[in-house]
Structure formats: C-alpha cells, structure tokens
C-alpha cells in the first residue's frame, strides 16, 4: 500500500504511514489507506496529493477529510500569506524586545 501510495505522490505516502501508524487494528487501516489510494481514479493524482498535504497540515487522517476537501475544491485553493508586507516601522508599535525585557512593567 505504501509503494502504491508513493507512485502517486510523496503526500498521498505521509498520509498512508500515518493512517497506519493511528489505527489499532490493520484492518481499518487497510480500508481507510485504500479508500484513499482509490479517489486517485476519481480526482487525479495531483488532486490526492495536494488533499493528503491539507489534510496533514491539520493532523486529520481520515478518508472523509480528504474527500470533503477534494468535493468541495479546497486543494485548490491557493492560501495567501496573512499578511503579504511587513508592518511598518512606527513609535507606537512595540516590537518583541519590549516584551522580553521587562519594557511592559
């Protein structure tokens, strides 16, 4: 299962071995890493892996997760920084030194 997951992508792998690693039985984690390794012939490979990446980066190891995220679009998605500049420098803005050296007291 895992060689299978890797042809696919080196996501779809990571997600394979934690899916493995998290359930107590092999045999839900026989049916959830096939389940998953499955959607590749609905959504594409390319799809699964960037879903696998989503779904890791919040520590969600389920194949409903990766399915909602595929369905709805979200491995689509591109997500922008929160901030694209950085803060200007300002007199009002007090900056990490302040905090770690007692400047607050």
Same mark, same amino acid.
């Given at each position: ?41 609905? %959504?594409?490979?390319?799809? @699964? ?11 969600? %190891? ?7 995220? @595929? ?26 030194? %302040? %905090? ?6």
């Amino acid at each position: 299962m895992i060689n299978w997951a890797e042809k696919i992508g080196p996501e779809v792998k990571r997600m394979i071995v934690k899916v493995l690693e998290s359930r107590q039985h092999p045999e839900q984690a026989f049916k959830v890493g096939l389940g998953i390794l499955n959607l590749s012939k609905k %959504y594409g490979e390319e799809r @699964l892996d960037r879903a696998c990446r989503r779904a890791l980066e919040f520590g969600t %190891y389920s194949l409903k997760a990766i399915k909602n995220i @595929l369905e709805k679009g979200l491995d689509l998605v591109q997500e922008e920084p929160l901030f694209s500049e950085p803060l200007p420098l300002h007199e009002n803005i007090r900056g990490s030194s %302040y %905090y770690s050296e007692g400047g607050g007291q």
